[in-house]
């Protein structure tokens, strides 16, 4: 467990990506517990309902999930996109 001081985030859990992708039925339990997503892809964010969002939205070119994935409160945002990463935060 991290902590950040300046941001005054906590770190919960960690996972890497590479070593342990999360399956399809991992990110639609999550979707399950979120009422928010954000997705982003490249220097765009899309704020979208989690009931409206499927597992495809989520994965990028090669056919993974995006990541980073943080979740907080309500809110899930997947892939890199530092404006909503700050405002998350």
């Known amino acids: 467990m991290r902590c950040s001081t300046r941001a005054k ?4 859990s960690e996972r ?3 070593k342990e992708p999360m399956s399809d039925a991992e990110v639609k339990s999550l979707l399950g517990k979120v009422k928010t997503v954000i ?3 490249g220097k765009s964010a899309r704020t ?3 009931s409206k ?3 495809a939205d989520l994965k ?3 056919g993974n999930f995006r990541a980073p994935m943080v979740l907080k409160g309500s809110t899930l945002l997947v892939g890199f996109h530092e404006e909503s990463l700050k405002g998350l935060l």
């Open 16 to 18: 890497s990506a590479r």
């Open 9 to 12: 985030t906590q770190v919960v």
């Open 39 to 41: 997705v982003a892809k």
């Open 48 to 50: 979208l309902e989690a």
């Open 53 to 55: 969002v499927k597992t």
């Open 60 to 62: 990028g070119p090669t």
